[in-house]
């Protein structure tokens, strides 16, 4: 039987719950509360589960991959928002050019790593 999925939706954890929410919200996330210690985090039809939980091991090992259609215009946005100076911790890379596309990492205030990518060609 072949899938047919609607979406798919990561838990992601947090050191600091609020300023985690704070954070995704000022990166252009819109908010859905689910729970005193959880919510969902959208953008167009993506979304990822923020929890009020905090696992070092899980968290410093937890990356996400966010496909985006130019890097360049995503990292210039970033630096313009002024999110890196806001929130302690944050820190993001220049733009890496592979044999496969371009990304910049992005690492939120509990240390998520998050990759921002653009493919030269369409996955498959």
Known sequence: MKLKPK??????????Y???????????F??????HNM????TGEFSFYLQDYYAKDWVD??????EVDNVQHHLQH???SRLIEKYENVRCSDIVYN??????F???????LWHFGEFKTEVK
């Open 7 to 16: 979406s798919i939706r990561p838990f992601i954890g947090s050191k600091d």
């Open 78 to 80: 970033l630096k313009q």
């Open 106 to 112: 992005l690492h939120d205030p509990s240390g998520i």
């Open 99 to 104: 044999d496969w596309g371009n990304e910049f």
């Open 39 to 42: 919510s969902v985090f959208k």
């Open 61 to 66: 090992n937890t990356m996400v991959f966010l």
């Open 30 to 35: 819109d908010e859905f509360v689910i729970s």
């Open 18 to 28: 609020n300023l985690s929410r704070e954070f995704y919200r000022d990166l252009g």
